[in-house]
């Protein structure tokens, strides 16, 4: 068993700084997990405290059935892909790849079977004799997972591997990490990184954790789940803002009434929408945030029910859609994905539907109120 | 703030201009003493100063190798090898620890250690010259060796930390993540990821302790132990008025620093930079 546990982790880098607070958190066998978050949330500083790189933290690590709080980071059956890669410059790529398997004293023959069967799967046999500084990023990357691979560990950790990489190379890459992923299903993964669309493309399960003041206020995960229900039912506004791009829309609006199909809003702009929530515990005229996406802003033409009827301050085109951006109502401005070239342009009145099951309803303190 | 034309045609001349008077300042003795220790006694004394020799004549350096060179020669290689050895390994432990280990008075240890720097080392000879007379080791060549590797130490721990601490953190962690202990880390890693900054602690404190000479006055007496240094005082005292032969014996004396100098100038530089800017 490669579960990891994480029990009431706490870390502070002195007395007044804490990083990481209140982690309650299980990664099941063979789970891909992605920390993400902001800059400064300690999402690094949590994988380095699974790897044991970082001590010096209140609560419990449990890897499998072991509790490693005091482990080496050698003696943990980890294995872990720095971002810059971490590669020793004076060796070779085999004598790299197999520099941990001489430390543990593995047979000479062993470690030659298992750098060439690593090297066979990245496709990197052909740099074998070569020292880092001779290869593409692309490929001191192929080889710093090579040098994970050969160690055979239980928990593979990645500190945001990619973000060195152009663009391209980075989506080519995620796709061998996840099959990476595939070819040791028994092997549980954790990887760090700031960008939404690698943890959406890669994960599992996705721990979203806070920084800052929220962290303070609310503990350090914001929250944990699929992809999906991350994306579809975020849990407060930090977590609805930070998944998608264009980031969700939020416009101020006051709760009305409760109703069979949910709950009654009026915005500022007056545009009344009913949102299928339970806002029973809401009173008549409490302040409430709507949510909407901007690819679920959809264009309509005439008088219809749940709509948003504004001024076109800019287009911008993309050839398969565009980014319509709406002023008034709002501090920033709303902004509608729609398919093509949108069929407006600046200055124009436009109006969008917001379909009621797209809408998301926060109360005063940013909590998500339930689907109904 | 941008500089006015006037100012920037006046570095542009201003500049080569010092360099090759800094040029001619350096080079003109070291001529001279070449150009001298081709000559006859008599024929330094008949010719200009600046005239060249009338022949390559080499009995000058005939002269001085038959006589005790060879052995000052022998002396200085042994000391100076010893000695940079062991500032080397000593002072890349010490750098290690002071990069990157965290312990209790790491800063005020590192800073004591800098500050060892501007002791003069005169105040230091007679404190030594008695501890090397009670040890036993006066007048021997390992009486130079634990004074050259003390007082080379401070700058030489100062440029390897600074050095060190260049070198990814990452790499550290990569190496635990193996299954090294610090003994391996330094030994695997950072020993020879430290390559340039050894070479630099190497020439320089070679060029510094092959010219040494107070200490090898004071803590040495006889021919058999002594330094080159001394070899050139005591060609001095025998030829008093033979130029030439002294002149030779600087030229052969400084001949090996030239060869260092010339191959290893980037790195020294390089390496004194890295540690005069960070830190």
């Known amino acids: 068993m490669t579960s990891i546990t994480l029990s009431g982790v706490n870390k502070s880098f002195g007395a007044n700084f804490p990083v990481i607070r209140d982690v309650d958190l299980t990664i099941e066998d063979g789970e891909f997990c992605v920390f993400l ?336 | 703030m941008a500089s006015s034309p006037v100012a920037r045609v006046a570095g542009r001349i201003a500049v080569p201009v010092l360099g090759l008077f800094w040029l001619a300042v350096t080079t003109v003795p070291f001529l001279f003493m070449v150009m001298t220790s081709f000559k006859s006694q008599q024929e330094s004394f008949s010719s200009s100063v600046w005239a060249l020799p009338e022949a390559l004549d080499l009995v000058n350096y005939r002269s001085v190798l038959e006589g005790p060179f060879l052995t000052y020669f022998k002396n200085s290689v042994m000391v100076v090898v010893i000695s940079v050895v062991l500032i080397m390994l000593i002072s890349a432990m010490a750098a290690f620890a002071f990069a990157r280990m965290r312990f209790r008075f790491n800063d005020a240890l590192f800073g004591l250690i800098v500050a060892g720097m501007i002791v003069p080392i005169h105040i230091t000879l007679v404190p030594i010259y008695l501890m090397t007379r009670q040890m036993g080791l006066y007048d021997s060549q390992f009486a130079l060796i634990g004074p050259y590797v003390a007082t080379s130490l401070p700058i030489s721990v100062f440029i390897l930390t600074e050095f060190m601490r260049q070198i990814p953190k990452e790499l550290e962690e990569a190496a635990r993540l193996d299954g090294c202990g610090p003994f391996a880390i330094f030994f695997k890693v950072f020993l020879p990821l430290s390559g340039p900054g050894l070479s630099t602690i190497a020439i320089y404190n070679g060029i510094m302790l092959w010219n040494e000479f107070i200490f090898a006055y004071v803590l040495t007496s006889s021919t058999g132990t002594r330094t080159l240094p001394l070899a050139i005082w005591d060609y001095q005292g025998q030829y008093t008025a033979n130029i030439p032969a002294i002149l030779t014996v600087v030229t052969l004396t400084s001949l090996p620093l030239v060869v260092a100098y010339a191959f290893g100038q980037e790195k020294i530089v390089k390496g004194m930079m890295a540690g005069s800017l960070k830190g």
Request: charged share 20%.
């Open chain 1, 37 to 372: 978050g902001p800059s400064g949330c300690g999402k690094s500083t949590l994988l380095r405290m699974v790897a044991g790189l970082e001590t010096g933290y209140t609560g419990q690590i449990r890897i499998g059935d072991r509790v490693v709080d005091k482990v080496e980071p050698a003696d943990r059956q980890v294995a872990m892909v720095f971002q810059n890669y971490a590669l020793y410059p004076h060796m070779t790529v085999y004598d790299n790849m197999a520099f941990g398997l001489r430390q543990a004293k593995t047979a000479k023959d062993e470690i030659d079977r298992r750098v060439q069967e690593a090297a066979r799967i990245l496709q990197i046999e052909a740099l074998l004799d070569r020292m880092p500084k001779a290869l593409s990023g692309g490929q001191r990357q192929r080889v710093a997972i090579g040098r994970a691979i050969v160690r055979q560990p239980k928990v593979f950790l990645f500190d945001e591997p990619l973000s060195n990489l152009d663009a391209a190379l980075r989506v080519h890459m995620r796709a061998e990490i996840a099959t990476l992923h595939r070819n040791f299903p028994a092997a549980s993964m954790i990887y760090v990184t700031h960008d939404q669309t690698e943890a959406m493309a890669l994960a599992d399960k996705i721990v979203l954790l806070h920084a800052g003041k929220d962290m303070l206020k609310h503990g350090s995960i914001a929250q944990v789940g699929k992809p999906l229900d991350l994306y579809h039912r975020p849990r407060n506004l930090f977590v609805a803002g930070f998944l998608g791009s264009p980031t969700m829309n939020f416009l101020e609006a006051t709760f009305v009434a409760q109703e069979p199909v949910g709950a009654r809003v009026v915005l500022k702009s007056g545009e009344e929408l009913t949102v299928p929530v339970d806002g029973s515990t809401l009173a008549a005229g409490a302040p409430v945030t709507l949510g909407v996406r901007p690819e679920h802003l959809a264009p309509v033409v005439g008088p219809a029910p749940q709509t948003l009827t504004r001024k076109v301050s800019a287009v911008e085109h993309f050839g398969e859609y565009s980014f319509v951006y709406l002023e008034g109502g709002t501090s920033a401005p709303l902004i509608a994905k729609v398919p093509g070239d949108g069929g407006v342009k600046a200055g124009d009145s436009a109006t969008y539907a917001a379909p009621a099951d797209c809408c998301h309803l926060f109360d005063a303190d940013g909590i998500a109120l339930n689907h109904i």
